[in-house]
């Protein structure tokens, strides 16, 4: 279950957009034996701040065409 204050460690960085800009991360995955397909990203500003998320089942079973309607 997800709360406010569920942690994720994560290995990776991530790099804020320029003062005054907005930055969208997005991403589709897929999971063939399972046919689970999904497509989901965040929205934040240059300090960090998290502005707006999403996320959808998709019914694409192709995992490129899912990352590409990500966008």
């Not at 034996?33 to 999904?38: A, P």
């Not at 500003?45 to 502005?51: F, K, V």
Request: contains cysteine; hydrophobic residues 40%.
């Amino acid at each position: 279950m997800w709360t406010a204050t569920t942690k994720i460690q994560c290995n990776s960085t991530w790099i804020p957009p320029p003062v005054r800009m907005l930055k969208w991360n997005m991403d589709g995955s897929s999971n063939d034996k399972l046919e689970s397909f999904s497509i989901g990203g965040f929205l934040r500003d240059h300090e960090g701040n998290l502005l707006f998320v999403f996320f959808c089942s998709s019914c694409i079973k192709e995992s490129n065409v899912t990352e590409v309607l990500t966008i």
